[in-house]
T-cell receptor, first 112, second 117 residues
Framework: KQEVTQIPAALSVPEGENLVLNCSFT??????LQWFRQDPGKGLTSLLL?????REQTSGRLNASLDKSSGRSTLYIAASQPGDSATYLC???????????FGTGTRLQVTL | GAVVSQHPSWVICKSGTSVKIECRSL??????MFWYRQFPKQSLMLMAT?????????EQGVEKDKFLINHASLTLSTLTVTSAHPEDSSFYIC?????????????FGAGSRLTVL
């Protein structure tokens, strides 16, 4: 059974800092891995999706990497802004009817 | 792009009543939809897979008689929480795979927050 863990659980940084969020998973036989953003009380916004054959994906200030063999993914956020404050979730797709297994989340706060 | 809509976005009900949550795929047909539950400050847990025209598949530990799922059309799945109790208060989110998004890529609804008094 896939288990997804995210470290740290919470993070507070001053505006402008670059930061890295970590995601690890136990079953490396994944189809893809996705990073989501969730604002308090809201649904999920997909940020980046990395297919199993890819090593990284970039969108604006966000860069996600994937190392399947070691069961790890990182989300790099450059030049953080207060608007980046949210919970970030990673999720793996093992291809079983597209079911996703979500990580525990990292709650990010970017301060002025 | 693919859009999944949920209704209601929030609902408050009395203990013992039943509540229905709708999940619609607005611009695509979805033979399969997924229902997740998220308790406060916890991650999303898959509850069940909703299959159009057939019975839903429930994850271990999820009571199928309590969480009734109906997927009567290719664009609508409903989740009914029967005889709701305060411990059922949670954030319920549905998702579906749209051909527009590619294989194994899910689009999520905005979620429905249920509070049982």
């Amino acid at each position: 059974k896939q288990e997804v863990t995210q470290i740290p659980a919470a993070l507070s940084v001053p505006e402008g800092e670059n930061l890295v969020l970590n995601c690890s998973f136990t079953d490396s036989a994944i189809y893809n891995l996705q990073w989501f953003r969730q604002d308090p009380g809201k649904g999920l916004t997909s940020l980046l999706l990395i297919q199993s054959s890819q090593r990284e994906q970039t969108s604006g200030r966000l860069n996600a990497s994937l190392d399947k063999s070691s069961g790890r993914s990182t989300l790099y956020i450059a030049a953080s802004q207060p608007g980046d404050s949210a919970t970030y979730l990673c999720a793996t797709n093992t291809g079983t009817a597209s079911k996703l297994t979500f990580g525990t989340g990292t709650r990010l706060q970017v301060t002025l | 792009g693919a859009v999944v809509s949920q209704h209601p976005s929030w609902v408050i009900c009395k203990s013992g009543t039943s509540v229905k949550i709708e999940c619609r795929s607005l611009d695509f047909q979805a033979t399969t939809m997924f229902w997740y539950r998220q308790f406060p400050k916890q991650s999303l847990m898959l509850m069940a897979t909703s299959n159009e025209g057939s019975k839903a598949t429930y994850e271990q530990g999820v009571e199928k008689d309590k969480f009734l799922i109906n997927h009567a059309s290719l664009t609508l799945s409903t989740l009914t929480v029967t005889s709701a109790h305060p411990e059922d208060s949670s954030f319920y989110i549905c998702s579906a795979n749209s051909p527009l998004s590619g294989a194994n890529v899910l689009t999520f609804g905005a979620g429905s927050r249920l509070t049982v008094l």
